[in-house]
């Protein structure tokens, strides 16, 4: 064998021992660096049991998943949750009001997207929550900012009175509701204030423009903000369509001759994110509860309600009408930068 050949022989038995020096440091450097992350979170909650409580200000008034939250918490962590609930606007006001004041009470805001975004824009009350083991299990289209951490979302469709619409007449799309058979059938929540009246007109807006909406108008859609009695008036037969109903809705109305219908185009949502409130008093075990916001156990609670959940998890238990429900194409959500203009747009159109 020539020493030509040997040389080349000598060259690449060195390159593969280079390469696999290199893969092999790159795992140990891998491995050592999720050693040293599982380390600081142990830390994490090492300090949040020491701090033994946490203060959430949530603008879910009613939220069920809550009861079972602050049980199954408190008997992993040991650590007691107390949960103020209050209207959007209320809860932002509240925590406002006590940061001007100097007095710190909230660690955690539960607040819809649009409400979120603007605190952090306008009122600067929050702080970055920093790395969570749970970040990697959300899904693409609810990634955290560092400031808002998404951890469910509120889907809305059509809900029709089953004996009064029959399969065949039922919308296929949105734009089935300018349909003149429905001229005066339509039970809606009022488009020109925060909530699904709000999203739904603005997601609509953004898909169909302003045409639709004023050919929408002219159905003579009846606007009320009581929402569970608006279901029951449709179950009643007192109105054939409800515009936009959640599908949170569904648990409730199991049994009742009402059917919530998917369009074509999809489902608008809204997301509800939790954020760190800046000063907060129990700030470690503020990152411990929006970390179990993301597990398993907590996602399968909120969906078992018929809220969207935000990870890639596989879950179990939840009913197969609202699982398949849960799969639905999502047509969209509201822009927070837009949504004043989109409700000044909603009261000239739909004065």
Avoid: C
């Avoid at 830390?43 to 009861?67: I, M």
């Avoid at 819809?112 to 299990?137: C, M, Y």
């Amino acid at each position: 064998m020539s020493s030509r050949h040997n040389e080349i022989k000598r060259a690449l038995v060195t390159r593969r021992a280079a390469l696999l020096g290199l893969a092999a440091g790159s795992a140990l450097l891998s491995t050592a660096g999720r050693a040293r992350a599982e380390d600081d979170w142990n830390k994490v909650v090492d300090a949040a049991r020491k701090e033994g409580r946490v203060v959430v200000y949530s603008a879910f008034v009613g939220l069920a998943a809550h009861q079972d939250l602050k049980k199954d918490f408190a008997a992993t962590y040991g650590i007691t949750i107390d949960i103020l609930e209050a209207r959007a606007s209320e809860v932002r006001e509240r925590i406002r009001v006590e940061h001007t004041a100097g007095r710190y009470a909230a660690d955690v805001s539960e607040n819809g997207r649009t409400t979120t975004t603007l605190q952090i824009k306008e009122d600067k009350v929050f702080d970055p929550f920093g790395s969570l083991p749970a970040l990697g299990n959300l899904k693409p289209e609810f990634h955290s900012d560092g400031m808002r951490l998404p951890v469910f979302a509120i889907i809305y469709g059509i809900l029709a009175n089953s004996q009064l619409v029959k399969p065949e007449d039922e919308p296929k799309s949105w734009l089935d509701l300018t349909d003149p058979r429905w001229r005066g059938k339509i039970l809606s929540d009022d488009f020109r204030a925060l909530g699904g009246g709000g999203v739904l007109f603005s997601v609509l807006e953004d898909h169909f423009g302003q045409d639709f909406h004023k050919k929408l108008a002219q159905q003579d859609l009846k606007f009320s903000r009581e929402i569970p009695a608006n279901e029951r008036r449709i179950s009643r037969g007192e109105y054939p369509l409800y515009i936009p109903d959640s599908l949170t809705a569904a648990p409730a109305l199991k049994g009742l001759p009402v059917k919530f219908i998917v369009p074509k185009e999809g489902l608008p949502y809204v997301g509800y994110d939790l954020a760190l409130v800046k000063n907060a008093p129990h700030p470690n075990a503020a990152r411990v509860l929006m970390n179990y916001y993301l597990g398993k156990q907590m996602q399968e609670s909120l969906a078992r309600l018929g809220l969207l959940p935000v990870t890639t998890d596989t879950l179990t238990g939840i009913d197969p009408t609202i699982a398949e429900l849960q799969k639905s194409k999502l047509l969209g959500t509201t822009d927070p930068a837009r949504m004043n203009q989109m409700l000044d747009l909603a009261k000239q159109i739909y004065h």
